[in-house]
């Protein structure tokens, strides 16, 4: 059976987002006795400007943390997963030189298309 | 400059004593609100107090500026260049601030009585009062939260909480109703359509509104003001303190710009 | 304009494991040198990080009298919201109290991480075992002072602050950018209320001198005696950047011109700029003074702190009750 919760402060992680389409990112805490003054306060310390169009309030302790290296920074190879893996310069000045054209540069009816793709 | 707004004489004199008595109001509570800043229960609690406080500034300088329209008169010269006994805020804001669960029931039965004089100024025929009421109240519905919030967890904090809340209402509740003190001039504001029912009425639905909360956490309503008629006019030392702070650097030159 | 507070989120308690100092595999001694060649490499430290204990130690000492001096600092300044001669002015210095306020709860929540509860740094405040700065134990005698402290003790602090952006503490990096972005109207304010005075009557004039004249001394002892770069440990742990001499001329650069141009006289006959050594010459402050305030004996060290007991008893009824718990001593 589930405890009931003495009242006491903690800490409350608030994220804003600061103009509509922007990510929500970190701003900092609070310490409220319970989520309904967390929502006031958070407000009042990040959000009585103005400078906010939403605002995140989460508890803490709710909060899971992920850093385990291993998990997010596996030592194998994945350069296969990343644009950087994909180098083809020596290879493309080969097949150009094979085929006779130079280079293709941006002109009428032509757009530059993504960088390296 | 004064605007004419096309208002037949007698109906803009009591048009000038509500705009008056509501910047008096949100004036009044606003300082005594001020007060708390720096020094509240709670830092975070500091911060969201007094953001509550300049809100209700915010809303007299509104309320003056919009007098100032019709009289001619500047704004600051309107709050701070006259006597004590010139304001006309209600009883209920006379108080000083005293501790946090007198603030607190002050805030929340000023508040909800507020809440509905503006409702029935929403659609006011005088057009920039119902322009101006429709940002209040949108405003307003933060301040509402967080004293409702604050009155059920004093309430609900046995005992000293509780003691303290219920001994603020008790001194409070003969003066709880003068937010309705009736105007003078206030028929006529209710036949052009500027106020949409009279005081009284607004008294009744007021107290109505508080029952299902008071209920619930078993506090005392309050009744009728005692003598009303003092209800806007009577100011105590309180106030007249205050009058003596709001006024010390102004009074040094009130005719030099600040 | 944009909040330059737009880093990823920082999460404690963990430990951030694949940095050396905080792999438990090494020795203490290898962690040290690890934190020591991060740190000196412009590196981070957050809340769950392994640390020293000096530099632990150091990190609290000063956020945490950071953040005492945003709670005192409160004080001067509030006695004047109620007498603000204008609305808008009212609004204003509310606003920036307020700010001061919301200051003291950013700075008390990063040292809270750090591991020490809010109740024991007030305790520790009250009793006189942590300190305030300077300019705080000052009396104000009238809406000049309400002037000169917005612009010019702001001003000052906020040189110090913005050398604190990129402090090696992550937490208080944080949360220094975004003091900074919220002090820059208060400068604006303080400076906006002195031009008025100047502009205004003789009288007006007057008020803005005379708090000059009283607050130049407390100003230039603000940042603290000249001291070697290389003897500064929190210069070497890069908790901080700039010394303080650094700070104050760099305050000089910037506000003896602006000061000159209203046509206030700045106390101070021997100030002058030395262009041969490219650098401020001024009387030097007296740093004896500066000693007896900041252990407070200042003129209003006592009746400041004694004013902060007063209030956290008179409110310590309302922790309880929303808490639940019975008040500690100081709370």
């Known amino acids: 059976m589930p405890t009931r919760r003495k009242p006491h402060l903690e800490p409350y992680e608030v994220f804003r987002q600061e103009k509509d389409g922007d990510p929500m990112r970190h701003g900092g805490s609070v310490m409220a006795p319970d989520p309904e003054l967390a929502l006031h306060y958070a407000r009042e310390l990040y959000g009585r400007r103005q400078e906010s169009t939403r605002l995140w309030i989460v508890r803490r302790a709710d909060i899971g943390v992920l850093d385990d290296p291993d998990w997010l920074q596996p030592p194998l190879d994945r350069s296969f997963k990343k644009p950087g893996g994909y180098v083809m310069r020596e290879k493309l000045d080969q097949a150009r030189a094979r085929s006779g054209q130079a280079k293709r540069v941006a002109g009428a009816g032509r757009s530059k298309g993504p960088e390296g793709g | 400059m004064t605007l004419d707004h096309g208002l037949d004489p007698q109906v803009r004199e009591g048009l000038e004593g509500l705009l008056l008595a509501m910047a008096d109001d949100e004036f009044v509570i606003g300082y005594w609100d001020s007060e708390w800043t720096g020094i509240a229960p709670l830092l975070e609690e500091d911060v969201a107090m007094s953001s509550i406080a300049q809100d209700e500034i915010g809303h007299a300088r509104a309320f003056y500026s919009l007098l100032g329209e019709l009289n001619g008169r500047d704004p600051d010269a309107i709050a701070y260049d006259r006597p004590p006994d010139a304001f006309r805020h209600c009883r209920l804001v006379d108080h000083p601030r005293t501790d946090w669960a007198f603030t607190i029931a002050r805030r929340y039965l000023y508040e909800t009585a507020d809440a509905v004089r503006l409702a029935a100024l929403a659609d006011s025929t005088f057009v920039p009062l119902a322009g101006l009421v429709a940002k209040i109240r949108r405003e307003e519905t933060y301040h509402l939260a967080h004293a409702e919030g604050w009155l059920r967890r004093l309430a609900e904090a046995r005992p000293e909480g509780r003691t303290r809340l219920v001994a603020a209402l008790r001194v409070l509740a003969p003066d709880a109703a003068t937010v309705f003190t009736p105007l003078a001039g206030e028929p006529d504001l209710v036949a052009a359509g500027i106020l949409e029912r009279p005081s009284a009425a607004l008294a009744d639905e007021w107290r109505l509104g508080l029952q299902p909360l008071f209920d619930e956490l078993r506090l005392p309503i309050p009744g009728p003001a005692a003598d009303p008629s003092t209800g806007r006019t009577a100011h105590g030392d309180g106030f007249r303190w205050l009058w003596g702070e709001f006024t010390a650097v102004r009074n040094l030159d009130p005719v030099a710009t600040w | ?331």
């Not at chain 3, 740190?39 to 530099?55: F, R, S, T």
């Not at chain 3, 612009?151 to 503490?169: F, K």
């Not at chain 3, 010394?243 to 104050?248: A, D, S, V, Y």
Request: proline share 6%; glycine share 6%; net charge negative.
């Open chain 3, 1 to 331: 304009m944009t909040d330059p507070l737009a880093l990823d989120p920082i999460l404690p308690p963990r430990e951030r494991t694949h940095l050396p100092h905080n792999d438990a595999r090494l020795s203490h001694d290898e962690r040290y040198r690890a934190f020591e060649a991060h740190v000196h490499a412009g590196g981070k430290i957050e809340a769950g990080d392994w640390m020293p204990d000096e530099y632990r130690e150091s990190v609290l000492r000063f956020v945490e009298m950071h953040a005492n001096s945003e709670l005192m600092g409160v004080l001067p300044e509030r006695e004047w919201i109620l007498r603000a001669p204008t609305l808008r002015r009212k609004l204003a210095l509310t606003a920036k109290v307020q700010d001061e306020v919301g200051h003291a709860q950013l700075l008390y929540r990063v040292a809270e991480d750090l591991g020490k509860p809010r109740e024991a740094m007030f305790a520790d405040l009250l009793a006189g075992r942590t300190k305030f700065h300077n300019v705080f134990h000052y009396p104000t005698h009238s809406w000049g002072d309400v002037g000169v402290i917005a612009w010019l003790v702001d001003a000052a602090a906020i040189v110090a602050q913005q050398a604190l952006r990129d402090s090696s503490y992550g937490p208080y990096a944080r949360t220094m950018r975004k003091i900074c972005w919220e002090e820059s109207v208060h400068i604006m304010h303080g400076r906006d209320v002195v031009v008025t005075l100047v502009n205004g009557t003789a009288e007006q004039f007057d008020l803005v001198q005379e708090a000059l004249d009283r607050w130049w001394g407390p100003l230039m002892q603000m940042h603290g005696p000249r001291t070697p770069r290389d003897k500064d440990r929190d210069i070497y742990w890069r908790i901080k950047a700039k010394t303080g001499e650094e700070l104050r001329q760099e305050f000089l650069g910037i506000y003896v011109d602006r000061i000159r141009e209203l046509g206030l006289v700045i106390p101070d006959p021997d100030l002058r700029y030395d262009e041969a050594e490219s650098t401020w010459r001024y009387a030097e402050p007296d740093w004896q003074e500066l000693r007896t305030v900041v252990t407070n004996h200042g003129p209003r060290s006592q009746a400041r702190l004694d004013f902060r007991r007063a209030n956290l008893e008179e409110t310590a009824w309302v922790r309880r009750a929303i808490l639940g718990a019975p008040a500690t001593a100081a709370a």
